[in-house]
DNA sequence: TTATATACCGAACTACTTGTTCATTATTGT
DNA sequence: ACAATAATGAACAAGTAGTTCGGTATATAA
């Protein structure tokens, strides 16, 4: 991809990040984003065809770290995700919350939008199916499968709101254990 | 209340509920609420200082009906939540919202917005807190209080849209008894 | 019935936002 | 050096939010 093209899309992520952890989603702009980003406002639609397009490609950017080497299961990234400790997954995912590398907690504050939320949920989904036989102990027969995995990936996502709103002063370890207990 | 007044702003009501099951809350315009309404802007304007406001608005009127007798315990309606079955509260939540007497259930699909669900679950809470008692036998000693009540409203909130998204195929007691399983 | 208050009307108006167009300029990969 | 392509910036149409104001209809009280 053309140099050109890399440092204008990463202005305008980066811009967008940062708009996103003063203002509400609903209430940024293009204008805002272009200003930010310091680009022109036909460059900014040559990259993104609207505020949700580019959403959209920020959560997949972000999510593809966080989630594929569960996912796809990719053998180098295994070891992270499937050791002896059958919680690992979730901790490490609060872990890796918790250094907010990529600004993703912003994006997870309540005041934000919904449409994140389903990416990230949809996504989550995915790896509970993965690691289901970890909630067996759980689960009663008389739930039906799609049932039992919204409701833990709706608690993941309700586990770390909680967390953010009162401050993440507990550990990762604490949090996971809090999750489990809950779910 | 002048009538005039009471018919505006119930024509205002109407109107928007009418287009909130027709598009998602953020595409909603003023233009198109006054249009359905059959009344001027400027009425509008003199009845809700913006579209958030009226959806507030509309929210404490809903909200009103279904959550105020438990949480002031008025006398009259006692009866309906307080009976013998401990789980009749949520059992009536979820029968109310199967009649669908007032749209709620518009409002609560996931296309729409997060400041409903927001009300919502802020007044699930309050509710949730009363019936603490209920939960205790699956509450842990090691979680914070308010991470179990939030667990519990948001647990509630996801079981709705799982039943909102397949159909609403299941009767209110059967899905009661997925929530009670499920939190 | 009359008088007064007030809610509604509607049209115009400002300010802002979105998304597009296009001729010009700068940068890139080869 | 050159051809391709990305960025620029300014202008543009269309749509939206929210305000203003003189005039009209309706409610309420005497």
Request: aromatic fraction near 12%; hydrophobic fraction near 40%; glycine fraction near 2%.
């Amino acid at each position: 991809m053309d140099r050109r093209q890399r440092k204008t899309r990463e202005a305008i992520f980066s811009a967008f990040i940062a708009l996103l952890s003063a203002r509400d989603y609903n209430q940024i702009t293009v204008g805002q984003i272009i200003d930010k980003a310091d680009i022109g406002r036909a460059t900014f639609y040559a990259h993104f065809e609207t505020k949700d397009f580019l959403l959209k490609q920020l959560c997949e950017e972000l999510f593809c770290h966080i989630f594929d080497a569960t996912n796809h299961g990719h053998p180098e990234h295994k070891h992270i995700f499937n050791c002896d400790a059958p919680d690992s997954v979730f901790l490490h995912l609060f872990q890796h919350l918790q250094k907010n590398d990529n600004n993703i907690l912003q994006l997870l504050s309540c005041q934000n939008n919904e449409l994140f939320l389903q990416y990230f949920k949809s996504n989550l989904r995915k790896l509970v199916v993965n690691q289901l036989p970890l909630f067996a102990a759980r689960k009663s027969e008389h739930l039906p499968e799609s049932f039992w995995v919204d409701h833990i990936a709706a608690t993941f996502v309700e586990t770390v709101r909680w967390w953010i709103d009162n401050g993440m002063t507990q550990s990762p370890e604490t949090i996971t254990e809090y999750f489990l207990l809950a779910v």
